[in-house]
């Protein structure tokens, strides 16, 4: 069987993660049939992704909480004795200890955990696209059939997702600090928020925004993923804590607070740029538009002209003005070209920043 | 003198905020000139700004550390005795406390905020257009001479920014709740990935980003910061470190994580939609793209012919492909449009998403 190809894929689970997984394997030509425990749902998924009934798929994608792991596995291994599956949970350990009930399971069933979500779930916030070019995680064990492994591989390429090996330790220490931690920390940042008048609210800046967004979160979704892994979660929570007291007691020291803050400066530079692995480097040109439709199109015929790639675009507008700023960030070189380009022909064109 | 117009303004200290109201009141017909206690500085922002010597201002912009500010004004009133004055500090306590060392400058000095910055100060990372769109706070004595308070107005008119006026006192309780508390919640989550393997680090995604972005900003400007509002800020940290704690106390109980989840949603709920005021609802669209030269134009060209507005815009790349995702914030209806045309003429689009 080493030569077993992917092409017919159960996915059990049609909220967010399931759906996307079903829809970028339609589009990679691959047979899909989505299963879920709510007969609406299922329907509305395979409608959703172009499902099919299939019979005797190579993979079974288990793509629901892992609190039902084991009841599903259950009833999936008599469906489909010899075929390999894998989950997608936030937390491993507790995936390691659920399938360890199934001995014949051990050899073909891999945990893993695609980097990638959205603050909104179901299947209508579905997209084909959910892992292109995001991490995914694998926590094979060491006796995993070569087979499977190869067929899981074989699913992350499709979706445009890149394979990490790490252990299952490793993998619920790691994802306590990024993305655990974080998520605790802007909830309860937000539930600060409760009861503060309105007209304070409404000098809300970019930074409380940012703070904050993952707090718009669904607690059915992180609860579960909190209690999962609390184990590597706790110590996290106290030093944050311990640190927060820190802070509390330097409010009258001035040079304790600066070293906190560039600390946490310290700290932050060390998270790689957006696309993975080094940052890269941008300059970015701001210009001011007149905000109505034709502007963005004659900036970005221009950007062709030039043969001038833009890598990433902000527009900010200025409410009861009828101008609107955009910042393109682009190389360094198409920023000079650009920015000289336009000046030329008149845009209202403003320094480059590095 | 009550109808003094605004015609030439000094600005003391060069760093973002001075020299980015110097580059907008330049732009606005203002003569203005720069001064720094440091004579390098002084001269970069003159010349960044186009600055010019000027006898006999309106108006003193006060824009350097509030702890300076004694010092500064005791120098200005001598130089200046009969001009209006304001500061652009963050926190406004502190500073009527100094003013009031001044009982000659109590109706002509009007303490200000102007609600925008960026993680990077300095006088070369200015902008003129800093200020458009934003909220500036001001906190004016009861007595503030009428005339200087038209000047401010008029100041502030001439940036862009709209003029909100409050009380010394909850100006300090509102950004120490929608501002400082972030800062330091950031910086100190920030903090926690000091040592972090390089490998898991790599695994960061956007939550992460989004959540310590700001923790990126200047130690010595938010020491000052956090400093002159500690007695806000204190209790704010105190309920903080008591809601880690209960969360700590929580997480072997799912239903009591559910609930603090819950109320950070319910808490980031209340922040209003980026241009201020009610949130402003869009459709989302998102389309997948050849990531090349020429592509965005044509979008954008499109949504120009079917006069359609793009009210922001996003861009993700997929790394090692030739495919670009840009999902396009754009009304109901105009979503609506704008997707059946572009399916029509063979985009690849994707499902709204409201």
Redesign the interface.
Known sequence: MSSEKLTKVRIVGSGLIGTSIGLGLVQGGIAVEMIDSDPRSQSLANDLIGGVGVAAPELVVLAMPTSQLAVVIKREIDLNPHCTFIDVGSVKGEVELQVKAFPALSRRFLPTHP???RE?GGA??A???LF????W?LTPSEDIEPNSKALVLELISLL?ATP?E?SAV?HD???A???H??????????????D??????????Q???????????D??L???I??SN?TE??Q??????R???V??DA??D??K????????????????G????KAREYSFL?I?ID????Q??????E??AM???????N???????L?A?ITLALSHSDAEKLSSHLISIGWNV?PI?K
């Open positions: 980097m990638a979500g909104i209508g916030s997209r084909a696209d292109q070019g995001r991490s995680i445009g990490i790490l490793d220490r790691a994802v600090k990024i993305s931690l974080p998520q605790v920390a802007a909830s309860l940042v937000a539930k600060q928020l409760i503060t008048p309105t007209e304070w609210m409404e000098l809300a800046g930074g409380l925004r940012d703070t904050t967004r993952i707090a718009g979160s607690e059915l992180w609860k579960e909190i209690f609390r979660l706790q996290l929570l106290i030093n944050l804590q640190d927060l007291g802070m509390i409010l009258e001035p040079e607070i600066a070293s906190l803050i560039a600390a946490g400066r310290a700290g932050r530079a060390l998270i790689p957006k696309h993975g692995g701001p001011v905000d109505k439709p034709g963005l199109g004659a900036i970005f015929n950007c062709a043969d001038v790639n833009v890598e990433d675009l527009i900010e507008h200025s409410p009861g003005q101008s700023l403003h920043r």
